[in-house]
């Protein structure tokens, strides 16, 4: 079955919006708003064999954040575009297109979420040590591949190990949803010219949560 279509898009795209405005809230709160996004979103990172968006993350409501934040970015009738967000969304695409041309980067990753999933068979998802490795990994094979996400908020919770992992995860989930997306067609100037149909999908979308 092809997922090359609007709608495997929309979910790959909306997983994107769902990461970038969690790590927006995480870094300026210092709190997550949402526990199950963000689970879901981690929980994404794993599912490297599956061909179905929606099966990697886990259904229309586990994307409900997604699809709302999506809505804020692309209906400018609404006028409340994070432009943090979006900042976060740019760096995704930008790291994807980098790691992708890198096979050794490529492979390492693969070998690195088994060693997480090994590590499930014991620990949840958000267990303080899945966030270490999830968040060693990022640095250790993402961060380098092109210019640096430079995450902004408030100094006093960047500064706390906990949330740093937390960002650095979402990051990693977020770049793991930009590959998704361009692999079954995505294109940045779809973002400008399929713009309302990506809207209009995306409202349909939120109907199924």
């Not at 898009?9 to 405005?21: E, G």
């Not at 409900?64 to 695409?93: A, P």
């Not at 902004?152 to 997306?181: D, Y």
Request: aromatic letters at 6%; a positive charge; hydrophobic letters at 40%.
């Amino acid at each position: 079955m092809s997922f090359h279509n609007l709608q495997s898009r929309n979910i790959a795209f909306a997983a994107m919006c769902q990461a970038a405005y969690l790590v927006d809230k995480i870094a300026t709160k210092g709190i997550c708003p949402d526990a199950p996004a963000f689970n879901a979103s981690l929980r994404s990172i794993m599912h490297t064999e599956s061909d179905s968006p929606l099966e990697i993350f886990g259904g229309y409501e586990s994307l409900q954040v997604g699809f709302k934040s999506m809505l804020e970015q692309l209906d400018n009738s609404s006028n409340k575009r994070n432009m943090q967000v979006t900042k976060y969304i740019i760096g995704m695409l930008a790291i994807e297109k980098k790691l992708t041309a890198n096979g050794s980067a490529l492979n390492l990753l693969g070998e690195r979420i088994n060693q997480v999933q090994r590590q499930l068979a014991h620990f949840e998802i958000d267990d303080s040590s899945v966030l270490s490795n999830l968040n060693a990994i990022y640095k250790d094979l993402i961060s380098n591949l092109g210019p640096k996400i430079q995450v902004n908020g408030n100094p006093s919770c960047l500064q706390q190990e906990q949330t740093q992992h937390k960002i650095r995860a979402l990051l990693l989930a977020g770049v793991r949803a930009a590959v998704l997306w361009r692999q079954i067609g995505g294109k940045r100037r779809q973002l400008l010219f399929s713009r309302k149909a990506m809207i209009y999908q995306t409202k349909q979308d939120l109907h199924r949560v």
